[in-house]
């Protein structure tokens, strides 16, 4: 059985930075996307960036392009969100997730679907103005 365990959420001033990490238990196929994603109060939870683990290729929302960058430690079963010049809009529950499905359809930025894949229990973090 697949876990994965958020860590690095925190609280942050407008334009400081965390990492936050995804540590995996269990075996996951190089054909998953190791993603994140946040939800805020109130909003729809939105993926904000992925890795495809048999590439490494990157996938990032344009709303964090740019600021955010996801990188992934096979070694370590470990995936990486470093966050930098963060926002107010930038806070959120932060999710870890597993999937065969990426973030990116057609062209489309699609919303994720908890009902499949493997996720995390989140990481809260907070960036005051």
């Known amino acids: 059985q697949v876990k994965l365990v958020e860590s690095g959420g925190g609280s942050v001033q407008t334009g400081g930075s965390l990492r936050l990490s995804c540590t995996a238990s269990?075996?996951?196929?190089?054909?998953?996307?190791m993603g994140w994603s946040r939800q805020a109060p109130g909003k729809q939870r939105e993926y904000v960036a992925a890795?495809?683990?048999?590439?490494?290729?990157?996938y990032y929302a344009s709303s964090v392009k740019g600021r955010f960058t996801i990188s992934q430690d096979n070694a370590k079963n470990t995936v990486y969100l470093q966050m930098n010049s963060l926002k107010p809009e930038d806070t959120a529950m932060y999710y870890c997730?597993?999937?065969?499905?990426?973030?990116?359809?057609?062209?489309?930025?699609?919303?994720?679907?908890?009902?499949?894949?493997?996720w995390g229990q989140g990481t809260q973090v907070t960036v005051s103005s």
């Open positions: 269990g075996y996951i196929d190089s054909a998953y996307y």
């Open positions: 997730s597993a999937d065969i499905t990426g973030p990116e359809y057609g062209g489309i930025w699609l919303e994720p679907n908890t009902d499949f894949g493997y």
């Open positions: 890795i495809y683990s048999g590439d490494g290729i990157t």
